[in-house]
T-cell receptor
Framework: QKEVEQDPGPLSVPEGAIVSLNCTYSNSAFQYFMWYRQYSRKGPELLMYTYSSGNKEDGRFTAQVDKSSKYISLFIRDSQPSDSATYLCAMSGYTGGFKTIFGAGTRLFVKA | GAGVSQTPSNKVTEKGKYVELRCDPISGHTALYWYRQSLGQGPEFLIYFQGTGAADDSGLPNDRFFAVRPEGSVSTLKIQRTERGDSAVYLC???FGQGEGNEQFFGPGTRLTVL
């Protein structure tokens, strides 16, 4: 079993839809939870960062962390064609080192 | 200011050859990371430097892989006796401080193809 599980999709939605992206994890030592967006042939860029459990909102994006269920989510409201990209969840914590573990990424297509 | 840069952007080599991949981090960033990303997968951690020293190299797959950061800035990932399975995008990232809780800024990656 992978430490971080993420459905690779692809996920296709119409413009304006609410998008829900999710990851599950197995290591309870993870404390920092992140969502990255990656466009084709580019490096990932950080979208949202949450420490421990709770919600965080930034514009059209909301990140949720439920440590009791080992489940994290990213919601995108009023999705736009420019949101079409791969979304990677990532997490870190002291697990004998400081490495960040990424999910496989979910490919999102927002149709105009 | 300039972001993380990586050279070359593409590298094609033959099985068994030696390659070096270079990363120039953002100026002032003390932490530097190397990842490998295969098609359809997320980045896989390889090694993390804090300053000149490797703080965590547990992700290096075997002794054919080695990375250095001699002056605490530019880093080079070195792969000996390349194999076809080494083909991937190699990503470098840097952050202002130590790994946890510090945003990692990624470069565009070097696409390595081993024929």
């Amino acid at each position: 079993q992978k430490e971080v599980e993420q459905d690779p999709g692809p996920l296709s939605v119409p413009e304006g839809a609410i998008v829900s992206l999710n990851c599950t994890y197995s290591n309870s030592a993870f404390q920092y939870f992140m969502w990255y967006r990656q466009y084709s042939r580019k490096g990932p860029e950080l979208l949202m960062y949450t420490y421990s459990s709770g919600n965080k909102e930034d514009g059209r994006f909301t990140a949720q962390v439920d440590k009791s269920s080992k489940y994290i989510s990213l919601f995108i409201r009023d999705s736009q064609p420019s949101d079409s990209a791969t979304y990677l969840c990532a997490m870190s914590g002291y697990t004998g080192g400081f490495k960040t573990i990424f999910g496989a990424g979910t490919r999102l297509f927002v149709k105009a | 200011g300039a972001g993380v840069s990586q050279t070359p952007s593409n590298k094609v080599t033959e099985k068994g050859k030696y390659v070096e991949l270079r990363c120039d981090p953002i100026s002032g960033h003390t932490a530097l990371y190397w990842y490998r990303q295969s098609l359809g997968q997320g980045p896989e951690f390889l090694i993390y430097f804090q300053g000149t020293g490797a703080a965590d190299d547990s992700g290096l797959p075997n002794d054919r892989f080695f990375a250095v950061r001699p002056e605490g800035s530019v880093s080079t990932l070195k792969i000996q006796r390349t194999e076809r399975g080494d083909s991937a995008v190699y990503l470098c990232a840097s952050s202002f401080g130590q790994g946890e809780g510090n945003e990692q800024f990624f470069g565009p990656g070097t696409r390595l193809t081993v024929l």
